[in-house]
């Protein structure tokens, strides 16, 4: 029992990338039972970019289930964005999850956009000004709803999808400075809190595509830049796990461009 995931982050699509994506997913039923995107799908969060996205990543031939990103978020138009989605047939998670029939069993995604924090020992605290208290609590509350969906949803293979990054190990590559800034152990905790088989998340964009959480949950940076695909696949079932990797043009699926 397998089931194929397709799935890429930090599209950030504007009407001047339309279109560059649309030839590789057509191939998708080909390669892939369900389309995940981690987030930033747009560069400022508009409903024009939205709408941008639903063009290029609606009516596909695959359900596309996605979080937001910050990005998304900078315009303070996440209601639209979200109904431009929905309307397009994207599912839009957010604390919550989905369960999917795939050929090789049911799946289950939960998502959440996650925040940032930091890692074991080099982390914010619920400590001092209210502004810090804030950070952190919007953090735990982000990581504490990731769990609980995971947690309750009833399938086969379980997936977590963020934004954010839910362990250090995908933001080698980038500054340390502000690794605070791309994700939370948190995270990587409500990941282990349930039987997770992969979690896939994106924001840095200068990471490292593979890492691992404390409790081996495979988990993979799928952001745009990092992969430099359409999207990759990753097969989750009972005896295989694998990251499915085709030589560009050798399968007669072209998925890149640069
Ligand atoms: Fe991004
Ligand atoms: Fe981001």
Sequence with gaps: MVIRIAAVGDVHLDEDVVGRFRPALEE?????????????????????????????????????????????HQCDQVPQVVKVLEDAGI????????????????????????????????????????????????????????????????????????????????????????????GSYQLGQAIDSAPTALALHGHAHAGTERGMTPGGVRVRNVAHPVIKQAYSVFHVGDQLDTDQVSPIGGSGIQRSWS
């Design 28 to 72: 998708l039923p080909e390669c892939a039972d369900v389309l995940l995107l981690a987030g930033d799908l747009t560069r400022h969060g508009t409903e024009a970019e939205a709408r941008c996205v639903a063009q290029e990543f609606g009516g596909l031939a695959v359900p596309v289930v996605t979080v937001l990103g910050n990005h998304d």
């Design 91 to 182: 599912t839009v998670l957010e604390g919550n999850g989905v369960v999917l029939d795939c050929a090789g069993g049911r799946l289950g995604i939960a998502g959440v956009k996650g925040f940032g924090g930091g890692f074991a020992g080099r982390c914010a605290s619920d400590f001092g000004e209210p502004e810090m208290k804030s950070f952190v609590r919007t953090t735990n509350e982000s990581a504490d709803r990731l769990g609980e969906a995971l947690r309750s949803l009833e399938c086969d293979m379980l997936v977590a999808l963020t934004h954010y990054a839910p362990v250090p190990d995908t933001l080698v590559g980038e500054p340390l400075e502000i690794y605070p800034f791309l």
